[in-house]
């Protein structure tokens, strides 16, 4: 049950707000919209407002907007294809950028819950040379070597920067009282440590920073698992589709609000990043015709730009498909 909440959490809030940000923007430059809709299947609740439809529909996993003339020829003067082609651009890019806003809120609230490391001990390990040397959970470190030390930064890379066969001076501040102690740091996973941990502070400039440097990592991983696509060095035993997502969230949920809070980000911006690749049926595909388009002066035949769509959607589901049935026997739900 745990899993099927988390599951539906994430994926409700990934693509809902994907497709807010399709809806807000088509709203902003004029494009008529029929329906927005919470959820896919059959629906439960409908109410008109204005021209367009709000719906809720019986399965829980997105939602999708609906515009006037987006997949067929319309004469509505704000139809999808009347409008400019950078208001069209931007129509089809907000639901990726809505990912990515969703991604730094996400990974800035992690940040803030985590806290900012400082310079104040806040752990020692047992028979470290902290311990031996007599450093204490509280002591507030204020320089290394007569440098003066102001982030657990600049503090870790000065240990991780001295010499194993010498001694590092540490001058700590405990009860309002300074004290000077000597120690010789030992090697561990190839670096150089002395045995303390940080303790944490919550601070909002510091986590919405965080929130802008996590999502950069998921999208720099992102573009590290393209290129390794490329290279010939994936397969679809790597890839992981619904069943394999909700199987992960599932495990994050077990382990608390923070991983839980972390795999939303990595999601949402998976999401968005592939949804932004020129792959037909993507909204990254669109992005490129209608780009054609503003260097031309003209569209391209719209026959010709469905079916190119529609050979792409065959070919994802294809995929989803294959990765799915692979996914089933991962988590061994035949009892393989």
């Known amino acids: 049950m745990q899993t099927a909440i988390a599951a539906i959490f994430v994926f409700l809030l990934v693509i809902l707000l994907h497709e807010l940000g399709h809806f807000t923007v088509a709203k902003l430059v004029g494009i008529k919209v029929n329906e927005f809709s919470i959820g896919m299947g059959p629906k439960i609740y409908q109410r008109q407002k204005g021209e367009t439809k709000y719906t809720l529909r019986i399965l829980p996993i997105g939602g999708y907007v609906n515009m006037e003339g987006e997949d067929e020829e ?4 704000r139809g999808f294809g009347k409008a400019s082609p950078l208001a069209r651009m931007a129509v089809v890019a907000a639901g990726a950028f809505m990912n990515f ?10 940040s803030f819950n985590i806290g900012k490391p400082t310079t104040v001990v806040g752990d020692i390990s047992p028979n470290s040379p902290a311990e ?17 030390i102001d982030s657990w930064e600049s503090l870790s890379s000065t240990i991780s920067e001295s010499k194993l066969d010498e001694e590092i001076k540490v001058d700590i501040l405990r009860n309002e009282e300074e004290i000077t102690i000597y120690i010789k740091p030992i090697q561990k996973d190839g670096q150089n440590i002395i045995g303390i941990m940080p303790s944490y502070v919550s601070s909002l400039p510091y986590a919405i920073v965080g929130g802008f440097k996590k999502t950069g990592m998921f999208i720099k991983w992102m573009f590290g698992f393209l290129g ?58 669109r992005l490129v015709f209608l780009f054609i388009e503003l260097l031309r002066g003209k569209p391209i035949d719209p026959k010709k730009e469905n079916i190119i769509h529609l050979i792409g959607f065959a070919f994802l589901i294809s995929l989803m498909v294959v990765v799915t049935y692979k996914d089933l026997f991962k988590i061994n739900l035949f009892g393989r």
Do not use: C, Y
């Open 101 to 110: 806003v969703l991604a730094i809120i996400v990974l800035s609230i992690v």
């Open 228 to 285: 390794m696509v490329f290279k010939g060095q994936v397969s679809t035993n790597d890839i992981s589709g619904p069943i394999g997502v909700i199987n992960e969230v599932g495990k994050a949920a077990k382990m608390g609000i923070t991983s839980l809070l972390i795999m939303l980000g990595l999601i949402s911006v998976n999401l968005g990043f592939f949804n932004l690749l020129p792959i037909p049926a993507l909204d990254g595909s």
């Open 132 to 148: 031996m040397a007599g450093i204490m959970i509280g002591d507030d470190i204020i320089r290394l070597n007569d440098i003066s």
């Open 74 to 77: 319309s004469n509505d003067p």
